[in-house]
Every structure is written in C-alpha cells, then in structure tokens.
C-alpha cells in the first residue's frame, strides 16, 4: 500500500502562484510514476502534470509555461508549482502514485482562484 497527502492548496488571486505537496508513505519503493490531476465541479478529472522515477516531465497543454512538477525521492515528496494562476485552474487537486501496476490517490486539496 501506498498512502499520499496533499497539502498546499488555497485560495489565490488571479496572477498569484501556490505551491502543492504530496507526501508519500508505506511501500514507496517501485513507484514508477506520480502524477498530478485535478477536478472541477462538474468536470471529469483530468491530468495536469506527471513525473516519472527517472525525472522525465509531462503537462497538460492548459498549464504549460505556468506549472513546475519536481519529486524529492530523498523526502519521498512531489511538488507542483502553479504560477500565473487563472480561474479555470480551479478544483480539487489529488496526487497520484503508479507502483507495480496499481494506481494510488490522494484525498486532494481544494485550490480557488478568484478573478
């Protein structure tokens, strides 16, 4: 089992930027893959950013050239970066950790941004 906790969601103005945590307990080790994705009222979930063991980076189009993913494997922490933040960056954002075929998600942390 794998156990991830999200932190660092907010309330932000348009413009301003937030920084996500994921925290990842339990049987880290083999965990290919962790991932960010969020989900509007209404809306499907959607992948924003993903990380793989080794470092390589994708992004959802929407959040290109505004959002960082980066992972400490030393704090066994994933962060997200959210800069220039708009209103329809708004959702639930949950960590996700794929090991050994499974997948693993967090509860998610709420992020608003006002206009």
């Known amino acids: 089992q794998v156990q991830l906790v999200e932190s660092g969601g907010g309330l932000v103005q348009a413009g301003g930027s937030l920084r996500l945590s994921c925290a990842a307990s339990?049987?880290?080790?083999?965990?290919?893959?962790m991932a960010w994705y969020r989900q509007a009222p209404g809306n499907q979930r959607e992948m924003v950013a993903g990380?793989?063991?080794?470092?390589?980076?994708n992004y959802a189009t929407s959040v290109k050239g505004r959002f960082s993913i980066s992972r400490n494997n030393a704090k066994n922490t994933m962060y997200l970066q959210m800069d220039s933040l708009k209103p329809e960056d708004t959702g639930v954002y949950y960590c996700?950790?794929?090991?050994?075929?499974?997948?693993?998600w967090g509860q998610g942390t709420q992020v608003t941004v006002s206009s």
């Open positions: 996700k950790a794929l090991r050994l075929g499974y997948d693993y």
């Open positions: 339990g049987n880290i080790f083999n965990i290919n893959y």
């Open positions: 990380i793989s063991s080794g470092g390589s980076t």
